[in-house]
């Protein structure tokens, strides 16, 4: 232990409704705190979600890669680079029940994972849902304030689980057996390449095996009236 850790002194609170926050106080310096921001930016910097809190909205940023942090003169400079091509940030504004205006992020999509009756459903012989890989990749890759993820009821097709669907821009793409951590990384490859090319295309082998036609006027059917 370092002689700046050695002088921390730890504490506990305890909330009203019991539980408890541990904490430590620490000397406000370059040698305790360098260590500590490096370790932040360097090693946590998918978890980070920054931005100034305004009256009726919180902008949320996140960090698309891990940053480029340099030290001069006692400031710590975190440059996030440049954006995609296509990212902008979008916002509109609704009001709710009681009138209050809220301000609302516009995002370019929307990725439905199912949790329905049949989908994960291992009891029956369903093969579980990667659940945790949707979320993973979802945090680490940057894009939540582009795409969102719903983790949903049925999503119907109860034949074919695990069901998942695809909202980009105006289109539709259903996508039955997702059923692997690779077929999750597939499909975020696939939401990757949307948002870089900042239009919908088709997705490609081997992930268009698993692609099905649920409405009239999916994007990857004819049949469009």
């Not at 009203?16 to 705190?33: D, I, M, P, W």
């Not at 931005?51 to 975190?78: R, W």
Request: glycine residues 6%; neutral net charge.
């Amino acid at each position: 232990m370092s002689t700046a850790q050695s002088r921390v002194t730890p504490g506990v609170e305890t909330s009203l409704e019991g539980g408890k926050t541990r904490y430590r106080y620490f000397e406000a310096k370059e040698s305790v705190l360098r260590p500590l921001m490096d370790d932040l930016f360097a090693n946590h910097w998918s978890h980070i979600v920054i931005g100034p809190c305004l009256e009726g909205v919180v902008y949320e940023i996140q960090f698309e890669k891990a940053p480029n942090v340099t030290h001069s003169d006692g400031y710590m400079t975190v440059d996030l680079g440049k954006k995609q091509p296509g990212a902008m940030d979008h916002f509109t504004q609704a009001t709710r029940f009681d009138r209050e205006v809220k301000t609302l992020r516009v995002v370019e999509g929307n990725l439905f994972v199912c949790q329905g009756c049949c989908c994960r459903n291992v009891e029956a012989g369903n093969p579980p849902v990667p659940l945790e890989r949707f979320k993973k990749e979802w945090k680490e890759r940057g894009i939540r304030s582009r795409v969102h993820l719903t983790v949903s009821g049925c999503l119907g097709l109860c034949s074919v689980p695990n069901i998942v669907l695809l909202m980009y821009r105006g289109e539709t793409v259903w996508f039955h057996s997702i059923n692997s951590n690779h077929d999750v990384v597939l499909i975020y490859d696939y939401i990757e390449r949307l948002l870089q090319l900042n239009r919908f295309v088709s997705p490609q082998e081997p992930l268009s095996r698993k692609v099905f036609q649920r409405y009239l006027t999916d994007a990857l059917f004819p049949e469009r009236p």
